[in-house]
């Protein structure tokens, strides 16, 4: 387990008013977090934490690279990412208050605030939804085993919907709308 004791920030012992940190996320930092889709990173997260009476904002400007893994070949895809996120801190006891995704309820007994999910989910939302190497970078080999298998699994799928065509529905539920679709 990767130690994330970088991340936590003590915002007790801060006086009102703005305060920076800076963190360099690594592949050690995504490791820390099973699941990851992130394979590997280079990024800079610069934070600036304006602390109020009432609550802080925290505003987060991340920058860099990230490595993930191709759609298609599976192989190591590198996209990179620049994006700055708002998230607010409320100090209240009154957990009932409703809030909202960038609004998050800190209770007055806390002393400290753990960034490193946040930072974990900020850089997720800024992967692409598909991730593809550019057109031709592919690895060749992978993609036409996969292909061949592909064909394979189409062709055994037609297969079995022939056969079950052939031998009649199990089900009498499907005849009857199988008539229904023939009747229009």
Known sequence: MTDLTEYIIP???YKIGN?????????????????????????V???LLEKSETMMIAYFDIAGEITLECDTCLGDVIETVSKKYRQIYKFTDDEDL?????????SFKEFEINVAPLIVEFINLCKPNKVNHEEGKCDEELTEMLNEYLLVE???EIESINNEEDEGDLDPRWNALRNLKNKQ
Do not use: R, W
């Open 154 to 156: 189409e062709h055994i």
């Open 11 to 13: 915002f007790s012992g």
């Open 19 to 43: 305060h920076n940190f800076t963190f360099k996320i690594q592949k050690t930092f995504f490791d820390a977090f099973e699941y990851s889709e992130i394979k590997d990173g280079d990024l």
């Open 45 to 47: 997260v610069e934070l």
């Open 98 to 106: 409703n809030l909202t995704d960038e609004m998050t309820h800190v």
